[in-house]
């Protein structure tokens, strides 16, 4: 059974930073993308970024380039979203997804992670 389960999420000040995670686990192929995205209220859902397991390569939406990395722990099958700097504007409910590959749509999803942004 997938599990991709996020955590990390929580209230912050405008300018402070948060790490989510996320952590999989029962996946049917070891070779694969992880995806974060986010949807806040009244918005339709948006990729941040995602990140190739094989090679660590990474893609990053305009809007938070710069301001946010992903990372990967091989050993802890785990994927993080370090974001600095944030933004009212980056406040929604964070999502970790995964695909097989660019050729595939992310088709397992985690239950995902409120992320609020005080001004």
């Known amino acids: 059974q997938v599990q991709l389960v996020e955590s990390g999420g929580g209230l912050v000040q405008a300018g402070g930073s948060l790490r989510l995670s996320c952590a999989a686990s029962?996946?049917?192929?070891?070779?694969?993308?992880m995806g974060w995205f986010r949807q806040a209220p009244g918005k339709e859902r948006e990729i941040v970024g995602r990140?190739?397991?094989?090679?660590?390569?990474?893609y990053y939406a305009e809007s938070v380039k710069g301001r946010f990395a992903i990372s990967r722990d091989r050993a802890k099958n785990t994927v993080y979203l370090q974001m600095n700097s944030l933004k009212p504007e980056d406040a929604a409910i964070y999502y970790c997804?995964?695909?097989?590959?660019?050729?595939?749509?992310?088709?397992?999803w985690g239950q995902g992670t409120q992320v609020t942004v005080s001004s």
């Open positions: 990140i190739k397991w094989s090679d660590g390569s990474t």
């Open positions: 029962g996946l049917p192929f070891s070779s694969y993308d």
């Open positions: 997804a995964v695909r097989r590959s660019s050729l595939e749509s992310y088709n397992y």
